[in-house]
Structure formats: structure tokens, C-alpha cells
């Protein structure tokens, strides 16, 4: 395991009911996450895509798991984990999932999302990474899924949310695996959107616990 402490100076995997009960009074009392400010240290992505590298050379998909804390209307993400992993060019499976909720409960982390790597795909979500997040924003509302797509030349990356009631409602419902097609929603919207709440802070600490 190999962890680094960070401070900038610029710039599928499923969550059990169990680590909820970490932040569920800190999360539930925040009627609409977009009325809070999403405060990730500006080195995260750059560092993700270089403990990615060597998975992304080979067309490789990497996956990471967010933690943060939180204080009054600002989620701060603190924390990069990378778990153990089985990789492919569409897909990456979190391996040894107990070793991620020890982290976030010895720290008190709140589970607020999760990071993937499309190496020969262009930056959006696909059907299985909706459903995985789903599993993180069912437990906590505020969570977010960032993509990042660096052979993409019109968009390097994205921070995401499923739509809420509508994202959310078609998820819920739908029981399929693999990649496969979801109903697009009557009223015209999006299954999940880009979140406009997310700020780059260049003073913010962040902790990388890579466990491959």
C-alpha cells in the first residue's frame, strides 16, 4: 500500500449500506446538492491520470474511489483511493472491496464518489458506469462520477450526476448488466448532467492510498 500526502500548488465499484451510516446525518440534511460547493484538490485529476498510465498505455480503463468530509455547504474530497482492480478497455472492477471501506471508515470518510479512466473512448458515461453510479449516489445524494478521457480532443474530462428524480427513477428500475440501452426520459431531459457546482482548489490537501 503506498500512501502520499499532497498539497497543490496549481492547479464499478458498489457501496454497502454499512459505510452509509457514516455521513447519513451529515447528507440527508442537504435538501439539493447543488446548493453546495464540490471543493477537489486541482491535482487530482493530474494525478489519477499518472497513477493510471501504464493501464491507460495499454488501453487500459482505471477506477479510483473518492472520500471527503464535509463542512457546512462545502464537500471537501480529501482522499484518492485506487483499489486492487481487474481492468479492460471498457470496463474496471474494484478487487478486495473491504480494504476501501476500512480506509473510509478508520478516516471517516464520506463515500462522495468515484473516478474512472476512458483510454480509447471518448468522455461520457456509459450504461455501466450509470449503474455504478447509482450505487453511490442512492446512499448519498451528493456523490458524483468524474470521467476521464484523455485521448478525447474535444472534452479531457467530466464530472457527472444522474438526474434527480429522473436518472435516478430509470436506475432504480432498471435491472440489466453489461452495456445496454436505458429509455431516454419522456420529458425531453438527461439521464445525468454535468455538475456546475465544482470548484478546482488549489490549497486543498489530498491523501493518495494506491493499493494495487
Known sequence: ?????????????????????????????IVDPTLFWFSQSARLLEDFLDLAIENTKNSLETCGV?????????IYVTNLIVPKQESTPNSCQAL???????????????PIGWIHTHPSQSCFMSSVDLHTQYSYQVMVPEAVGIVLAPNDESRKY??????????MSILKECKEKGFHSHAQPADGSSIYEN?????????????????R
Not at 158 to 167: E, I, N
Not at 201 to 206: M, Q, V
Request: aromatic share 4%; hydrophobic share 40%; charged share 20%.
Open 195 to 211: 455538475c456546475s457546482n465544482v470548484y478546482m482548489n488549489p490549497n486543498l490537501r489530498l491523501e493518495v492510498c494506491d493499493l
Open 158 to 167: 467530466g464530472v457527472f450526476r444522474l438526474s434527480d428524480p429522473v436518472g
Open 1 to 29: 500500500m503506498v500512501i502520499r500526502n499532497l498539497q497543490s500548488t496549481s492547479q464499478q465499484i458498489a457501496i454497502p449500506l454499512k459505510m452509509y451510516t457514516l455521513s447519513k446525518k451529515l447528507t440527508r440534511a
Open 66 to 74: 473518492l472520500g471527503a468530509c464535509l463542512e457546512e455547504r462545502n
Open 96 to 110: 478486495n472491496e473491504e480494504e476501501i471501506f476500512a480506509i473510509q471508515s478508520q478516516q471517516s470518510l464520506v
